[in-house]
């Protein structure tokens, strides 16, 4: 469901896990919501488990929210109005499957939504879902009718991009119509790329660097008529669409109800949200980076399910028999006498049987990049996924050592905080990069999500002697200080943390803790995200003993807010860097205040701390750094970038005629082509690997170049070098 919500345009919003075993309140709540278990339990089921199944889920989610969520909304009218309008933008929000009349017919519902909750009914949403599955199928016959014939970019017309201010199609004449802009539109830009890919190649020949590589050139090149390429421009959008409605049409109706529950869940604010069984298992995945199984990344194209990646250090690795490319036909459990086919099965069905316990062997057919047809048998095993994980690196400049620390996520396991997390491996890295005789230290939060808070806690404990870190406050009013409990101090040594627009939730606990203590300087964005909320993960199994129903998957429901140790919230307003810097983000829409439903932004009493007394030049350093910045022409032209970036993100109406269309493309580049100096932008800094990796590297080629591909990427970063 994830890809297909992508699809959809549902923003990705950062993630933030309260430690429940922390949480008394929560488990005070959980035994509150035990005692009405048994409400759920004795329905009389009707012929359709689906139905059934659904009007159970819509009960029990409004109860646990009512009871649970630390706003709750009063679900009325207007709650009704506002779940309507977010849900059928959710479903059509091109506004190309559903006409005008099927608006007015699902209008009727549009003040009844909370009645269908209350009640238990699925009405609403039953007319939906059977009315899309048709639009759906008629669609299918459009796009293949109108990219069965050339277009004509000779003729005169224009595309809106911005979806919401067309209105629904009147007829399927005019629903037709707006399909064969929307291809037209598709498929003239790869035509354009077409184009310009056959001149470049012909302006190679013409001008060859060396009769070698003509003969090489013309050898592999066949020039195309315009025809021909409209004709292969055409074929690459409809391969398009035919891999699209091919992943449609394996959603299941609860994977569309699942749709429908979060555009009401997500009215009571943007990180409350129903993750139906399947997608509550990637979230774990997610938050731990690591899984049982063979390694592999795996796609469905067409019928077929194919490895489009191979995990490195897992078990498809280890054994190189499995390949990018391959296509899986069979999959046989060890237990098994036969294999079960899973051509045309629903890819996550076929992940399903792939997948498996730690040491269980599964044998797959697999037919070969190269055409030949192999049985390969793979020992399952936990799957690390290292681009999860926290690393370092090291810089020597002038002296000193500099360590630098990326955290992409607060990791954890949900089942166990005391297996591996992110507090658990930053100590490491710290412990080692002192062992190289670090000087300085840099925590690069740049694009972290957020993730667990009791991680957060154990990180900002090992800067400062003891204290607050974060104040939780709950719906009742109650507020908790969190504290480092522990007066030993891991590094006391210069620190700088990076971080940017899409630093969120528990990366704005860290930086706003380290600046209220003064203990950091914070080099970044103007503000952060700015989500300020603590998110639990509710199972809604508990609820349903001895039902028949099935898994009832999670609820991650909104109890808390958070508040930095000086009282202030980071909800809405994030954390201000103290040296602030431009990036590509800047004038880009982003961030919690865009947001739909966000709660409010406040402030309670500071805590009582101290702020950190180890350095001498603390105001001196942030005035020189942004004096340092002021002054970079490299900025400057990033911020210029930023606003261009923003305009053509503005922009809503396109060309459908070649020719000036192929004009609007050449001004963008022309203009793009201002900015090039900033991905060629060189700094001196060059960064060097921890022993314990160089020793990873003679045994795993594959990490050694992501590293070397970090390194790279690092020697041209203007932040990294002020940090």
């Known amino acids: 469901m994830a890809q297909f919500l992508m699809y959809f345009g ?205 003969l090489k050139i013309a050898e592999n090149f066949t020039k195309n008529t315009a025809a021909e390429l409209e004709a292969e421009a055409r ?203 670090m000087d300085g230290l840099v925590i690069d939060l740049r694009g972290n999500g957020g993730g667990s808070l009791a991680t957060v806690v154990d990180i900002a404990g090992m800067f400062i002697e003891e204290g607050p870190i974060v104040q939780v406050k709950a719906g009742d009013g109650n507020i908790e200080v969190l504290k480092d409990r522990n007066d030993a101090i891991l590094w006391d040594g210069p620190l700088v943390i990076l971080v940017n627009e899409l630093s969120a939730s528990a990366s704005e606990i860290l930086a706003a803790a380290m600046q209220d203590y003064k203990r950091a300087i914070i080099i970044g964005s103007e503000q952060t995200y700015g989500k300020g909320t603590v998110q639990n993960l509710i199972d809604l199994n508990r609820w349903m003993r001895n039902s028949k129903l099935g898994d009832m998957g999670a609820l991650k429901l909104t109890t808390q807010k958070f508040y930095r140790i000086d009282g202030g919230s980071t909800q809405l307003r994030g954390v201000t860097s103290d040296v602030v810097v431009p990036d590509r983000y800047s004038y880009i829409e982003i961030g919690e205040r865009e947001m739909e439903n966000p709660l409010p932004w406040d402030q309670i009493e500071p805590a009582d701390y101290e702020v950190w007394n180890g350095y001498i030049d603390y105001k001196e350093t942030i005035q020189n750094s942004k004096e340092r910045m002021a002054k970079s022409e490299l900025l400057h032209l990033i911020d210029q970038n930023a606003k261009w970036i923003k305009a053509q993100q503005d922009m809503e109406k396109y060309s459908l005629q070649y020719s000036k269309y192929a004009l609007q493309v050449e001004q963008q580049e022309n203009e793009a082509d201002r900015f090039e100096a900033i991905s060629e932008y060189q700094t001196d800094m060059t960064f060097t690997s921890l022993p314990y990796e160089l020793k990873m590297f003679e045994k795993d080629s594959t990490l050694a170049e992501k590293r070397r591909r970090w390194h790279e990427s690092l020697s041209k970063d203007v932040y990294m070098e002020e940090a």
């Open 235 to 437: 074929e690459v959008t409809r391969n398009s669409l035919e891999e699209y409605f091919s992943y449609s049409d394996d959603l299941l109706r609860k994977d569309w109800f699942s749709l429908y529950l979060n555009a009401i869940v997500e009215e009571f604010d943007p990180h409350t949200y129903y993750f139906a069984p399947q997608d509550k298992e990637r979230f774990d995945i997610q938050m731990s980076g690591s899984l049982e199984g063979i390694g592999a990344r795996l796609q469905k194209k067409s019928d077929k399910i194919t490895v489009v990646g191979i995990i490195s250090g897992g078990p498809a690795w280890k054994g190189q028999e499995l390949e990018v490319g391959d296509e899986i036909w069979k999959v046989k459990q060890e237990d098994e006498k036969e294999p079960v086919s899973i051509v045309g099965m629903r890819l996550e069905d076929a992940v399903d049987l792939i997948k498996g316990p730690k040491g269980t062997v599964v044998t797959l057919t697999v037919k070969k990049v190269d055409g030949t047809i192999e049985d390969i048998k793979i020992t399952r095993d936990v799957v690390v996924i290292q681009d999860t994980y926290a690393k370092s690196t090291m810089l020597e400049k002038n002296e000193n050592v500099y360590g630098i620390i990326d955290l992409p996520r607060f990791y954890f396991d949900m089942q166990d905080y005391d297996k591996r997390n992110a507090a658990s491996d930053v100590k490491k890295e710290i412990i080692r990069l002192k062992e190289q005789g």
């Open 10 to 214: 549902r923003k990705n919003t950062p993630m933030n896990l309260f430690d429940m075993k922390r949480n008394f309140k929560i488990l005070m709540l959980l035994l509150l919501l035990a005692t009405a278990s048994c409400s759920f339990t004795t329905k009389k089921f009707d012929p359709d488990p689906d139905s059934e199944k659904d009007k159970v889920l819509l009960e029990l989610i409004s109860f646990v929210l009512q009871r649970g969520h630390y706003d709750p909304k009063t679900i009325n009218d207007e709650f009704s109005k506002e779940v309507y309008e977010d849900y059928i933008l959710a479903l059509d929000p091109l506004k190309r499957y559903f006409l005008a009349s099927d608006i007015q017919e699902f209008s009727q519902f549009k003040t009844k939504i909370d009645d269908q909750i209350k009640n238990g009914k699925v009405d609403f949403f039953n007319l939906t879902y059977n009315r899309l599955q048709q639009r759906t199928a008629e669609a299918e016959s459009f796009y293949k009718e109108i990219l069965s014939k050339p277009f004509d970019y000779s003729k005169e017309e224009f595309i809106l991009t911005d979806y919401e201010k067309l209105d629904y199609a009147a007829n399927k004449k005019a629903l037709k119509e707006r399909w064969q802009k929307q291809l037209k539109f598709s498929a003239l830009s790869t035509y354009y790329e077409k184009q310009e890919e056959q001149k470049a190649i012909l302006k190679k020949l013409q001008k060859p660097e060396n009769e070698e590589d003509s």
